[in-house]
T-cell receptor
């Protein structure tokens, strides 16, 4: 089968750094997305990785290792508004988007 | 980025009635749109792929006669939940793009509560 694993919940402190991991097992790979979703809202796009390495975009960075089936989302200088769920999604060889269950990130003052 | 507008944002309906949810691409033409359902604390689940001018493709386990999808134009797809039951209460989200190597643009989502 195909599955994506992420931690269910993480807690971090305002101003700190947090890394959210994602491991995947899919039939083929054509890219990996990270989305942010606040409660009751639709997901918003954060990043897309298709090649190995680190993609940096402001306070957020995303890393991919295709050989390990592994990605992480790194959030720096955490703000209270970063409290949300973070969804990892992979495009497989059939161009289907496979979603993880999301990681709920709780930011404490 | 592109804009996808979904309406209504929330709706409450009685059991047995039907509810229509609209998904519009405001600044681009979408030959394909996707409908997802999300239960609390769970992942997005693809319900169906909406194809302009042809029948939708439903995922396994999704009742096509219950969840009617119409994609009559390049900018509008509709999802109608027919004879709604309380177990249909969920968050429904539409999107365009994202099934190749491009970003997926999501509508705002519709929270449906069936009482």
């Amino acid at each position: 089968g195909q599955n994506i694993d992420q931690p269910t919940e993480m807690t971090a402190t305002e101003g700190a750094i947090v890394q959210i991991n994602c491991t995947y097992q899919t039939s083929g790979f054509n890219g990996l997305f990270w989305y942010q979703q606040h409660a009751g809202e639709a997901p918003t796009f954060l990043s897309y990785n298709v090649l190995d390495g680190l993609e940096e975009k402001g306070r957020f960075s995303s890393f991919l290792s295709r050989s390990k089936g592994y990605s992480y989302l790194l959030l720096k200088e955490l703000q209270m508004k970063d409290s949300a769920s973070y969804l990892c999604a992979v495009i497989n060889s059939n161009y289907q988007l496979i979603w993880g269950a999301g990681t709920k990130l709780i930011i404490k003052p | 980025g592109a804009v996808v507008s979904q309406h209504p944002s929330w709706v409450i309906c009685k059991s047995g009635t039907s509810v229509k949810i609209e998904c519009r691409s405001l600044d681009f033409q979408a030959t394909t749109m996707f409908w997802y359902r999300q239960f609390p604390k769970q992942s997005l689940m693809l319900m169906a792929t909406s194809n302009e001018g042809s029948k939708a493709t439903y995922e396994q386990g999704v009742e096509k006669d219950k969840f009617l999808i119409n994609h009559a134009s390049l900018t509008l797809s509709t999802l109608t939940v027919t004879s709604a039951h309380p177990e249909d209460s969920s968050f429904y989200i539409c999107s365009a793009g994202g099934q190749t190597d491009t970003e997926a643009f999501f509508g705002q989502g519709t929270r449906l509560t069936v009482v």
